[in-house]
C-alpha cells in the first residue's frame, strides 16, 4: 500500500521568503504525482503535474522535482506572498491516486 | 478547459435521509470519474471509481450500498448518500478523466460539504 507522507505539517513564513515543500512515498513504481493547492473549504487547484520520466516541472514561482528512486518530491515556491498561503498537498499515482496529509502555509505580510 | 462542476456545493440533511450529489464534466467526455472523502484536517481518500457505463469499483471499506454511485453518462456521474448519519458528514470532492488509463491526469471539482444533523 502505498504511503504519502509530507513533512512539515505546517510552516510559517514571511513575505519574500523561498517555501520548501517536501513529499515522500513508498512505492516508487509510480506513472506521476502531482502537487495541488487547496484553500480552507475548497476543492483542489492543481499546481504541477511530474510524469514519472520527468525530473522536474516548473510554472511561473513554482517548480517541483522528483526523485523516484529515492520516493521523494520537492516542491519549492519562490518569493513567496500572503496569496500563496493555503494547503499544498502531494498526490503520486501508482494505479490510483494516495494522497499525503498536506503542508499548510501560512505567508506573514 | 477540463472544468469539473459539482453540485450542490453544500447540503444540509437531517440523519436518516438520502442526500444526491453530482459532478459534471463541462467541456470533456469524462470516461472515468472518482470520488474522494475528505475529512477536516485530513487528506483525502479515495472511495470509488466509476467508468461510463459500468458498476463502480469500491475501495476497501467502502460501503456500496451506502455510497450509491451512477455514472450514466459520459458527462455525468452522481453520488448518493443513502440514509445518512452524522458520521457521514465530511467533504466529498469528485474527479474525472478523459480516458481509462489509470496515468491519465484527474480534474477535480470544487466539493460539496455535507452536513448530517
Known amino acids: 500500500k502505498q504511503e504519502v507522507t509530507q513533512i512539515p505539517a505546517a510552516l510559517s513564513v514571511p513575505e519574500g521568503e523561498n517555501l520548501v515543500l517536501n513529499c515522500s512515498f513508498t512505492d516508487s513504481a509510480i506513472y506521476n504525482l502531482q502537487w495541488f493547492r487547496q484553500d480552507p473549504g475548497k476543492g483542489l487547484t492543481s499546481l504541477l503535474l511530474i510524469q514519472s520520466s520527468q525530473r522536474e516541472q516548473t510554472s511561473g514561482r513554482l517548480n517541483a522535482s522528483l526523485d523516484k528512486s529515492s520516493g521523494r518530491s520537492t516542491l519549492y515556491i519562490a518569493a513567496s506572498q500572503p496569496g500563496d498561503s493555503a494547503t499544498y498537498l502531494c498526490?503520486?499515482?501508482?494505479?490510483?491516486?494516495?494522497f499525503g496529509a498536506g503542508t499548510t502555509v501560512t505567508v506573514r505580510a | 478547459g477540463a472544468v469539473v462542476s459539482q453540485h450542490p456545493s453544500w447540503v444540509i440533511c437531517k440523519s436518516g435521509t438520502s442526500v444526491k450529489i453530482e459532478c459534471r464534466s463541462l467541456?470533456?467526455?469524462?470516461?472515468?470519474m472518482f470520488w474522494y472523502r475528505q475529512f477536516p484536517k485530513q487528506s483525502l481518500m479515495l472511495m470509488a471509481t466509476s467508468n461510463e457505463g459500468s458498476k463502480a469499483t469500491y475501495e476497501q471499506g467502502v460501503e456500496k450500498d451506502k455510497f450509491l454511485i451512477n455514472h450514466a453518462s459520459l458527462t455525468l456521474s452522481t453520488l448518493t448518500v443513502t440514509s445518512a448519519h452524522p458520521e457521514d458528514s465530511s467533504f466529498y470532492i469528485c474527479?474525472?478523466?478523459?480516458?481509462?488509463?489509470?496515468?491519465?491526469?484527474?480534474?477535480f471539482g470544487p466539493g460539496t460539504r455535507l452536513t448530517v444533523l
Open positions: 474527479s474525472a478523466s478523459s480516458g481509462r488509463a489509470v496515468w491519465n491526469e484527474q480534474f
Open positions: 467541456d470533456f467526455q469524462a470516461t472515468t
Open positions: 498526490a503520486v499515482n501508482d494505479y490510483k491516486l494516495s
